[in-house]
């Protein structure tokens, strides 16, 4: 999915020294009327990330029964989470083990999630600002390009969808960066497409609209390359099939209006009036 997506402001804290994403650094001075520092203002001492290192580890059991895997962190790095400092504040300073279950997680998800909170990147890394049109991303050799299946783009949607859930904003903007930098052919789009319009919220159009909006401009290629797979997906979500006709409607009514106004000079007058219905 090429298409610019919509910019996702930051607002987590992030690992220590996490600058990116649009983190603003805020510094109060504590400067007196005399224009000396005044050295007793309050302020937050910066954490080293040996320190993130000395906290606790913490085990993450993702999944359930046989195919459950533990994976292990540093309560530091994972308090940075709203998500994880509320169930770490359950354990008592007295603990033997540290432990969380997360039966319903992805563990692919979850490892680019704990890859992020160390180094503020997860595999396949974004080379180029986020926020810039020529930003690409690195090569994975697990999938083709373009990717058929789907699986490379729903890496990034599924990190997207847990990073809302886990409160990261900052790591829910690069994952959403990396959707719209990942190519993919028309049937793995449409399985992003189902993948969005049953696992993120009705009300998150962040995600959503540049799907609809997606499919509402390549009609042509829904003809030819996915007729089925858009037929199954309209009838299992007809949400979708709603947002990508109501955008198609949209845009004819868009080039009605501006050829009316292109046949009477571009003016207001009674040539480019509707009729009014008669109430007599």
């Not at 059991?61 to 994976?71: E, F, P, R, V």
């Not at 008592?92 to 997680?105: N, Q």
């Not at 959503?208 to 997906?233: C, D, G, I, Q, T």
């Amino acid at each position: 999915m090429a298409d610019a997506e919509v910019q996702i402001d930051a607002e987590d804290g992030g690992p220590v020294g996490d600058v990116e994403m649009g983190d603003t650094e805020i510094a109060a001075t504590g400067v007196d009327e005399s224009g000396l520092q005044d050295i007793e203002a309050e302020s937050q001492p910066q954490k080293t990330f040996l320190a993130y290192l000395k906290s606790p580890i913490v085990e993450l059991t993702i999944g359930q029964g046989d195919d459950a895997t533990t994976l292990t962190a540093h309560q530091g790095l994972l308090t940075h989470s709203p998500y994880f400092r509320e169930a770490c504040s359950k354990f008592s300073d007295s603990a033997g083990r540290r432990v969380i279950d997360l039966p319903s997680e992805d563990l692919d998800a979850m490892g680019c999630f704990l890859e992020y909170l160390y180094t503020h990147e997860y595999f396949p890394r974004l080379i180029g600002p986020a926020n810039s049109a020529t930003s690409t991303l690195e090569p994975d050799p697990q999938f083709d390009i373009p990717d058929s299946t789907g699986n490379a783009i729903l890496r990034h949607a599924r990190v997207y969808t847990l990073a809302s859930r886990f409160g990261l904003p900052s790591l829910r903007s690069l994952a959403h960066a990396k959707i719209h930098r990942t190519e993919s052919t028309a049937k793995g789009e449409i399985a992003y497409a189902r993948y969005v319009y049953k696992e993120t919220d009705m009300a998150d159009a962040t995600i959503r609209k540049p799907v609809a909006a997606f499919w509402a401009n390549r009609s042509y290629v829904l003809r030819h390359e996915a007729e089925e797979e858009f037929r199954r997906m309209c009838l299992e979500y007809p949400q979708f099939g709603f947002d990508v006709l109501s955008l198609v409607l949209d845009e004819q009514e868009k080039r009605k209006a501006r050829a009316e106004g292109a046949a009477t000079g571009g003016g207001s007058g009674p040539g480019r009036k509707r009729a009014r219905m008669s109430t007599g």
